[in-house]
């Protein structure tokens, strides 16, 4: 008897293993595409009167579509492609660029299982801006004038989220000297700022004799000659020469938070302030005679970079 209970335990045993062993099977759902998927805009102040609207350049876009788990923008795809997060679909953007201007937005709306949907839309929006008078002065001088890194105050570089709420180097601030050893092109480059009074345009003269401060590859923002791969650090560089002009800061910060509300727009990809790896608007924080303190967004996704720099 006890023979027979051993042997069906042993079955028994037996074809449970056998059943934990079979592969499970699962079912993966059906994967859609995001689909009617719309980027609708409205630019401030357009009418019959005013098709390019009101001059402030503000648009308000909101982005609808059908299975979308996530989206992703580009406010500009006629100068290359550079997405950011868009998570609720809607958001009013300031386009900077003085005059009439012709924007052609991209959207990636993704799905489920990676999929994704990529819809454009064309923009025609004005923008009207006169910077103040102070803030041209201080800049240019009685014509041109030099500004440099000032290595001698603490803060003089740093780092912190690209925000509309947070406005300080929160994450890294740099001390007194702090790049002397490792990257001291970033305290010899200079850079001219002129007004051309000709016809009231505007120039910017760089000149690093060691080299500029950068990143290297896509995040060096353009600029020629920088290899693709290498730490942060000093890079042959032969200098440049670029148009800027002022527009309206785009960053969105408040009317509170301290800020001349005005940016320094680079023409081309040849020229920078003070570090390479930086989108080619810097705000103008603050501003005076001998000393200006700015922000701009940086090439990676999500930073934003502070510089002071003081006048020769």
Request: glycine share 12%; proline share 4%; hydrophobic share 35%.
């Amino acid at each position: 008897m006890i023979r027979h209970i051993k042997y069906y335990a042993w079955v028994m045993a037996t074809m449970l293993l056998i059943g934990s062993c079979q592969k499970k099977q699962y079912e993966m759902g059906e994967l859609t595409a995001p689909a009617d998927v719309v980027i609708s805009t409205a630019i401030l102040g357009q009418d019959a009167s005013h098709p390019d609207g009101d001059g402030s350049g503000d648009v308000t876009i909101s982005l609808t579509g059908k299975n979308v788990l996530a989206y992703k923008i580009d406010y500009n795809a006629t100068d290359g492609i550079s997405l950011t997060s868009l998570p609720t679909g809607n958001i009013t953007y300031k386009y900077t660029s003085v005059g009439t201007n012709t924007y052609r937005i991209t959207v990636v709306a993704y799905g489920a299982g990676a999929t994704a949907t990529t819809v454009t839309k064309d923009i025609q929006v004005r923008s009207d801006f006169t910077p103040d008078e102070t803030i041209v002065n201080d800049l240019v001088g009685t014509g041109s004038k030099t500004w440099r890194v000032d290595k001698s105050i603490a803060g003089h570089f740093g780092v912190g989220p690209w925000s509309t709420t947070s406005v300080t180097p929160e994450w890294w601030s740099a001390s007194v000297n702090e790049k002397v050893g490792c990257c001291n092109c970033f305290y010899t480059a200079s850079f001219t700022f002129t007004k051309v009074e000709a016809n009231g345009t505007f120039t910017l003269t760089v000149a690093s004799p060691d080299g500029a401060f950068t990143k290297t590859g896509t995040l060096a923002g353009g600029l020629p000659g920088i290899p693709a791969s290498g730490d942060e650090g000093c890079y042959n560089y032969s200098g440049g020469t670029s148009s800027f002009s002022f527009v309206p800061s785009g960053s969105g910060i408040d009317a509170a938070t301290p800020s001349t509300k005005t940016a320094i727009s680079l023409g081309g990809n040849n020229t920078y302030i003070g570090y390479g790896a930086l989108l080619k608007e810097y705000e103008i924080l603050t501003i005076s005679e001998t000393a200006m303190y700015l922000r701009a967004q940086g090439t990676e996704t999500g930073n934003a970079w502070y510089i002071k720099l003081k006048a020769d």
